[in-house]
């Protein structure tokens, strides 16, 4: 079945790419941080802005990959500036900062996550000193993603296949059975990798070699 | 409702920063208590399937959908903390893959669906003597209470005004709170047809 990727450009090759992953975060944390802090002046942006395009461009992520995703921060946008009329005449600056605020932010976390595989990432979190289950909950969730999505997408087309035209309702509690089926099945997955795991030797740690 | 990065103001993203990792270091110890083994693989996977449930978008009235929160249904099937640690992670993948929800931001989005969702919520499905009715209730008053806070934390920042931020944001996640508890309530029903000894999974 076909997947979109969770991080498909952080297996090029690039200066960037080339950055340790502690580094990188720890940038990335930093710059975030002078973002939301910093003064709130046009040059101070600008010169962010222009730093941020710089990498984006010699660490060959495709720009139009940036704007699509940059695009999830259009539904608080609007919520912000419906709320303008109410406001006094502030009103355009302050939605015009957190847009740019907004936008270097997720601009950051883009070039992060898009040039550092996240397995690296995770090794990376994990000797920065994130608790053990975390890091091995989203390597969990990971891997696994996939492969729930995958049984989600052959119940719904099981489901297609028999009701021709259903109505409201009846999609409905469908669907919410669906959820159910799969909560079990992720279940009975569960313990089938922990039977896996714990024939390795997984005893709540992940032995490396 | 995840709020993105440079919505918030920095007096706003330090409070909340501060309670939602006070609150998810105390988790990640509790949980950690005698934990077995087992216990990761079922919260790696199950955070898979939350992750994957969100997916799925269900057709409300109109041409309008809703996607599942899934706090109060992750919390009565593992438990308040290990719920709070597995909505945590949700949000962090999201945010770090995907940019849904800032970094900075994290704790305000912890605190709108994480303790509201799995802390708040498992404390009324308590109240309600853990029954499934208790679970829409807590369900319905989750998702109001997660978009009210939204609403607070993006007013207390000077982005919205705050009144009338409130009143509409809580008012139009109403309906989606009825979603979010029908959903809640027959996917733990099915559940408890299907395999009734999942409900009964050690809660922590």
């Not at chain 1, 962010?48 to 539904?75: A, D, E, H, Q, Y």
């Not at chain 1, 015009?96 to 996240?118: E, N, P």
């Not at chain 2, 208590?33 to 955070?47: D, E, K, S």
């Not at chain 2, 989750?142 to 409130?166: H, M, N, Q, Y």
Request: hydrophobic share 55%; charged share 15%.
């Amino acid at each position: 079945m076909k997947h979109f990727y969770l991080d498909k450009y952080s297996y090029l090759d690039s200066p960037v790419h080339r950055i340790r992953p502690v580094i990188k975060i720890v940038a990335s944390f930093a710059f975030l941080i002078y973002v939301i802090i910093s003064p709130e002046k046009w040059w101070n942006y600008s010169i962010g802005f222009l730093g941020l395009l710089f990498l984006i461009f010699i660490s060959k992520i495709p720009f139009s990959f940036v704007v699509k995703r940059t695009m999830v921060i259009l539904p608080f946008l609007i919520l912000v500036i419906i709320f303008i009329p109410f406001f006094n005449e502030n009103g355009i600056k302050i939605a015009g900062l957190t847009f740019i605020k907004s936008f270097l932010s997720i601009i950051t976390l883009i070039l992060l996550t898009s040039t550092t595989k996240f397995s690296e990432l995770l090794r990376a979190l994990s000797s920065l000193g994130v608790p053990r289950i975390i890091i091995l909950i989203l390597s969990f969730m990971y891997r696994y993603f996939f492969v729930l999505v995958d049984e989600l997408e052959k119940m719904l087309r099981a489901v297609k296949l028999r009701s021709f035209k259903n109505n409201r309702f009846k999609t409905f509690s469908i669907l919410a059975n669906i959820v159910g089926v799969l909560f079990i099945r992720s279940y009975e997955r569960s313990e089938r990798v922990y039977n896996a795991m714990s024939m390795r030797g997984f005893d709540g740690e992940i032995k490396k070699l | 409702m995840h709020i993105p990065d440079g919505f918030l103001n920095t007096e706003t993203i330090i409070i909340t920063n501060a309670i939602s990792f006070g609150f998810l270091i105390y988790a990640v110890k509790k949980v950690n208590r005698n934990l077995h083994p087992a216990r990761i693989p079922l919260m790696g996977v199950t955070a898979a399937f939350i992750f994957t449930s969100q997916l799925l978008s269900f057709p409300l009235i109109g041409g309008t959908s809703f996607h599942l929160l899934g706090g109060v249904l992750i919390s009565v099937l593992l438990g308040p903390f290990s719920g709070l640690i597995i909505m945590s992670t949700s949000l962090i993948l999201q945010a770090i893959l995907l940019q849904h929800g800032g970094i900075l931001t994290l704790g305000a989005n912890i605190l709108n669906m994480g303790i509201g969702g799995c802390l708040l919520g498992y404390l009324i499905y308590k109240l309600f003597k853990s029954t499934l009715f208790g679970a829409a209730i807590a369900a319905w008053i989750t998702i109001v209470l997660a978009a009210g806070l939204c609403a607070v934390e993006l007013g207390i920042s000077g982005r919205v005004p705050l009144k009338t931020a409130l009143f509409s944001m809580s008012g139009a996640h109403i309906l989606a709170g009825i979603a979010e508890s029908l959903i809640t309530f027959a996917v733990l029903s099915a559940i408890s047809k299907i395999r009734p000894d999942l409900l009964a999974l050690e809660k922590t």
